[in-house]
């Protein structure tokens, strides 16, 4: 772990350079993506987000001795992710898996057990099962808690906004989804809307936006027992001094429940934990 990132935000960003907006071709989030594992702020950046489509093309962006790590988003059936998988070229690694299994009002518990057999028949692969905030969200988190506690590496996926308002879900709404998942000691991802650090309302998109430092602060605050009200306040917070008060006393932690968050772009994200003073801008490398 370099002094430059902070061991509490370890793998925060994932990079999701071919998805929406920035939505850049296969060669150049790859290139972009070589890069920054190269950066000084390596340490930020998780594995590149790729469509299981994609993996075929993938394998020929690489040079002969090159290993890459990625998260395999399900843009297949869940059905045939696995032969996806098991066809990859064997300089991909597959770090983790991320599937919707369910529409929004939609009954999640039938994609769920699918995706959960799927989890079973893999191996060293982290399985994320992407949640709708609606219908069926208690007992999908119940039946993601029991495979966990059995031993299945799975975990939970939520999105924090996307192209229609109801794709953003309230501060409340978000407080009781961390704490559902602290309650059931259930690690959890989140998706969409998240490239800055502090809650804002988008002007390109005219939706106020969740901040990764918010959730941040309020999964720290989950973690340590707080209820849903406290939790809801840090998500709803504009005021950066709480949030960066609360990263920076746990700075040299290991991230409680939140995995992370994918982004299209990396230097979002990082370009403002540098302005809050919570990574260093690589000066003293």
Not at 80 to 106: F, N, S, Y
Not at 127 to 148: Q, S
Request: with cysteine.
């Amino acid at each position: 772990m370099s002094t430059q990132v902070p061991r509490l935000f370890a793998g925060l960003v994932d990079d999701a350079a071919v998805f929406p907006p920035g939505s850049a071709s296969l060669p150049d989030a790859v290139a972009a993506h070589r890069e920054h594992r190269e950066a000084w702020y390596a340490d930020l950046v998780g594995a590149l987000l790729l469509p299981a489509s994609t993996l075929p093309a993938l394998a020929d962006l690489l040079g002969p001795g090159e290993r890459i790590a990625v998260g395999v988003i399900g843009d297949l059936p869940i059905g045939q992710l696995e032969a996806a998988l098991a066809g990859a070229d064997p300089r991909i690694t597959v770090r983790q898996v991320e599937a919707a299994v369910a529409k929004r009002g939609e009954d999640p518990q039938p994609g769920l057990a699918e995706l959960l057999k799927l989890a079973e028949r893999l191996t060293g692969v982290d399985v994320y099962a992407e949640v709708p905030l609606t219908f069926g969200l208690t007992g999908a988190l119940d039946t993601l808690a029991a495979a966990r506690a059995d031993g299945l590496p799975v975990a939970a996926k939520f999105r924090t906004g996307g192209l229609a308002a109801e794709l953003f879900p309230t501060p409340v709404e978000l407080a009781a989804v961390i704490c559902a998942c602290r309650d059931r000691a259930l690690p959890f991802k989140l998706t969409a809307g998240l490239h800055h650090a502090l809650r804002h309302l988008d002007p390109e998109t005219g939706f106020t936006h969740h901040g990764f430092g918010n959730v941040l602060a309020a999964t720290l605050a989950a973690a340590e027992g707080a209820e849903v009200d406290a939790v809801a306040a840090l998500l709803a917070a504009t005021d950066p001094l709480p949030l960066v008060e609360q990263a920076r006393a746990r700075r040299d932690e290991e991230r409680p429940l939140w995995v992370g968050f994918g982004s299209c772009s990396i230097l979002e994200p990082l370009t403002d934990l540098i302005r809050l003073g919570l990574v260093n801008g690589g000066d003293d490398r």
